[in-house]
């Protein structure tokens, strides 16, 4: 079991977890663009370039509904494409505030990293980093002991 629990938590698995959730929900997002947005238009085109008569005789003028009801293609529908769009960005939020719950998770009980000793100090002269244990500041050449005990006075 400590076995199948060290599998799960680690973030290999929890990232393809994720991935495979949102390419799911992003389905959705690809068909209703294709089913909703796309298709109507193609269906349009495909009419329009078959020579179907538009005109609608009663008023002189095109008419594209006829066209779509002749495909069997409905209006665009703009809504279902946004409905799609605001669902995969809300299951997105959940997800992320669900990986970001695991994350604390696995955080607690850890100690913090400790902090490196410092490698470089800043020459009192010309402010640049130099190594801590120099004595001379290679980019000015000041004698950095004078300036460290004229600072302690």
Not at 12 to 39: K, P, Q
Not at 93 to 108: D, E, R
Not at 111 to 117: F, L, N, R, T, Y
Request: include cysteine; charged fraction near 20%; glycine fraction near 8%.
């Amino acid at each position: 079991m400590k076995e199948f629990k060290e599998f799960v938590m680690r973030g290999n698995v929890l990232d393809l977890a994720v991935g495979v959730i949102i390419g799911g929900a992003f389905n959705s997002i690809v068909t209703s663009l294709c089913n909703d947005v796309i298709m109507p238009g193609v269906a349009w085109i495909v009419a329009t370039a078959s020579g179907m008569d538009l005109v609608n005789p009663d008023t002189n003028q095109v008419d594209f509904s006829r066209a779509l009801q002749s495909l069997n293609a409905g209006p665009i529908n703009f809504g279902n494409f946004i409905g799609a769009i605001i669902s995969f960005l809300i299951l997105a939020l959940i997800i992320f505030l669900f990986v970001k719950g695991i994350n604390k998770l696995m955080t607690v009980g850890k100690k913090p990293a400790e902090e490196a000793a410092p490698t470089t100090k800043k020459c009192p002269f010309c402010k640049t980093d130099i190594d801590i244990e120099a004595t001379r500041c290679p980019n000015c050449t000041s004698m950095l002991e004078a300036a460290e005990e004229a600072l302690k006075e």
